[in-house]
């Protein structure tokens, strides 16, 4: 399993790689494999302005929809375009080409509750 020690991960299987203000955000190697094929990728909040742990987008796979949670509070600046013709990057490529927003992170300070990869790899019992 791929758990990049160069990026924070939450308790909701979101990834986070900080650049500056700026932090990209995806779903991890564990998820995508947990959803199976994913079909669609959905963000309806581009350009809004969101709490942490709020609902930015959804994953639809071919037998389940799941919620994508934001984990950071901030204002969603881009989304992957890519991902509305290719939403299989996703499973290919979680940590690159499938990745999902960037966020103007308004709080930093929450940085400080995400988990490194080691902390994450236990919770996952990887």
Request: charged letters at 25%.
């Amino acid at each position: 399993m791929n758990i990049p020690a160069n990026l924070k991960y939450t308790k909701d299987h979101e990834w986070v790689s900080l650049d500056g203000d700026i932090a990209t955000v995806g779903i991890t190697d564990f998820a995508q494999k947990e959803l199976g094929d994913i079909v669609y990728v959905e963000v309806e909040t581009l350009d809004q302005t969101l709490a942490k742990d709020e609902v930015f987008g959804t994953v639809e796979a071919v037998k389940t929809v799941s919620d994508l949670f934001l984990p950071l509070s901030g204002e969603i600046v881009e989304f992957n375009e890519e991902l509305e013709t290719t939403p299989e990057a996703v499973n290919s490529d979680p940590y690159g080409a499938g990745w999902m927003v960037k966020v103007k992170i308004s709080d930093v300070s929450e940085i400080e509750g995400l988990l490194s990869d080691a902390a994450y790899k236990e919770l996952i019992g990887a």
